[in-house]
């Protein structure tokens, strides 16, 4: 199933899972529909080219923060087996959501738990690829999830990560306007009945990622890095969304300012060291 038969399908769902309609703002304003859309298909584009289209895809994966398991649902409908996790508050909702989509593919292939990743550690060389979507920046202590993750690798493992680029400058100034300085929290768990350190969307640059990358035990993969959302709303009103997806695509590939400091989303790959 392509990305853009996915959004589809999921656009529908929506309707169905009304719940869902604040996280995935498709069915608010239309003058924001094109912007949106573009954004989530990178995204999904990204995973499907090393995830599904891959000569060397991986037969163990695990989504950790898999949130209402989007990811592992695509995958599914490719075919592809993934474990997810997640300490999200709507982590009932990924089970209706199963019913929804066994209508177009496996969705045996998805299966979800809600865990700490500090207290279920995975058992060492379990997993080919680790997806971390809108997750690295809220996993705290940082050194000893990636520490984690290296253990649970194989041989060759990989991770894949989507994530903010904390060097965009309007998103620096909106977090700081909603959390000053204060980027590691705790909060408590309803379900675990138990505080949990968390990071406080405390996002960082690619230079960043890299050094604490580097520092436990990883690598960025040459050539994975892209950066995506560079044009905002406003500028989707009077042109057409493929050219602007162009016209982003050309920016992203040059080094520079506009490149490192006004995209927003940022996704690359991490590899086991051997």
Request: with cysteine; aromatic share 16%.
């Amino acid at each position: 199933m392509s990305p853009e038969q996915f959004f589809e399908l999921m656009v529908k769902e929506l309707e169905v899972h009304t719940e869902m309609q604040p996280y995935y703002k498709f069915l608010g304003k239309q003058s924001s529909w094109h912007f949106r859309r573009n954004y989530f298909l990178q995204r999904l584009r990204y995973i499907k080219k090393h995830l599904v289209d891959s000569v060397s895809a991986a037969k163990d994966i695990w989504d950790c923060g898999c949130g209402y398991g989007t990811t592992c649902l695509f995958l599914a409908m490719n075919g592809i087996k993934t474990y997810g996790t997640t300490l999200e508050f709507y982590y009932d909702t990924v089970q209706k959501r199963i019913e929804y989509w066994s209508r177009y593919g496996d969705t045996s292939l998805f299966t979800c738990t809600y865990e700490n990743l500090f207290d279920n550690r995975p058992p060492p060389a379990s997993y080919d690829w680790i997806i971390v979507q809108d997750t690295l920046h809220h996993l705290e202590p940082i050194d000893e999830a990636l520490q984690i993750f290296n253990e649970s690798l194989k041989r060759h493992g990989k991770i894949l990560a989507v994530e903010e680029n904390g060097n965009n400058l309007i998103q620096r100034l909106k977090l700081y306007k909603y959390r000053g300085n204060k980027r590691i929290i705790t909060i408590w768990d309803e379900k675990l009945k138990k505080d949990i350190l968390i990071g406080n969307e405390n996002i960082r640059s690619l230079d960043s990622w890299e050094q604490l990358f580097k520092k436990n035990g990883f690598h960025l993969q040459g050539g994975s890095t892209q950066y995506i959302r560079y044009f905002l709303p406003f500028n989707y009103r009077f042109s057409d969304p493929e050219k602007l997806l162009e016209k982003e695509q050309h920016i992203q590939a040059g080094k520079g300012l506009r490149r490192e400091y006004f995209f927003f989303g940022l996704n690359f790959i991490a590899e086991k060291n051997l």
